[in-house]
């Protein structure tokens, strides 16, 4: 079965700084996608980033970043340049579509929670 | 923009009613998802649609749980005889339904359901 584990439950960041938040993977599909989510207080699920198992290249939007290294099973989330409206649950997840495309669900890891400090 | 909508965005109910919970998906997005996150928790899917068909139900965690979605748009999530642990946050996500790996799920506010 697939499983995503991330192993921080909360995290301090200092605003304009680089943090990573860290996701590593399993699964015997060769072939997968990789989703990192925000959700902030509010508690709605905010789309962040998508890498894909085949992707050559990582990927990237904005100030976020995914460091993908596929032989350690890791897809991190790099948020370059914190912002305090970046304190929020981030959550790594990745899509399981079974045999012959029986499901197209999400498994969640636990979340971290990241604090960023003025 | 028309994103998801879930209503009501609060349920306050004594255990042992029924309720119900409304989802409607981004017009046009084929596939709907239910999943329920527990109290600083992650979270835990419960079923998938595809149109009208749901191919995967395997996270309803009993058979007080029941889902169903017409006209390929709005689903209802049915809890009946609520207990207590069924107190969450229930989110509806849709997606475009087109198998792609990037394919993405978009998320609706979620319902906060409190079961006294």
């Known amino acids: 079965a697939q499983k995503i584990t991330q192993t921080q439950p909360g995290m301090f960041v200092q605003e304009k700084e680089a943090v990573t938040l860290d996701c590593t993977y399993d699964?015997?599909?060769?072939?997968?996608?990789l989703f990192w989510y925000k959700q902030p207080s509010s508690g709605e699920m905010i789309f962040l980033i998508y890498q894909g198992s085949y992707d050559q290249q990582n990927a990237t939007e904005g100030r976020y970043s995914l460091n993908f290294q596929k032989a350690r099973k890791s897809a991190n989330l790099v948020i370059s340049a914190s912002q305090l409206g970046d304190s929020a649950m981030y959550f790594c997840a990745m899509r399981e579509t079974g045999y012959g495309g029986a499901t197209n669900k999400l498994i969640f890891g636990t979340g971290t929670l990241l604090a960023v400090q003025p | 923009g028309a994103g998801v909508s879930q209503s009501p965005s609060n349920k306050v109910t004594e255990k042992g009613k029924d309720v119900e919970l409304r989802c409607d998906p981004i017009?046009?997005?084929?596939?709907l998802y239910w999943y329920r996150q527990r109290l600083g928790q992650g979270l835990e899917f419960l079923i998938y649609?595809?149109?009208?068909?749901?191919?995967?139900k395997s996270g309803l965690p009993s058979d007080r749980f029941s889902a169903e979605r017409t006209g390929e748009s709005v689903s209802t999530l049915t809890i009946q005889r609520t207990q207590q642990e069924d107190s969450a946050v229930y989110l509806c996500a849709s997606s475009t339904g087109t198998g792609n790996d990037q394919e993405t799920q978009y998320f609706g506010p979620g319902t906060r359901l409190l079961v006294l």
């Open positions: 649609f595809q149109g009208n068909s749901a191919p995967d």
């Open positions: 699964t015997s599909d060769p072939s997968y996608g």
């Open positions: 017009s046009g997005h084929t596939a």
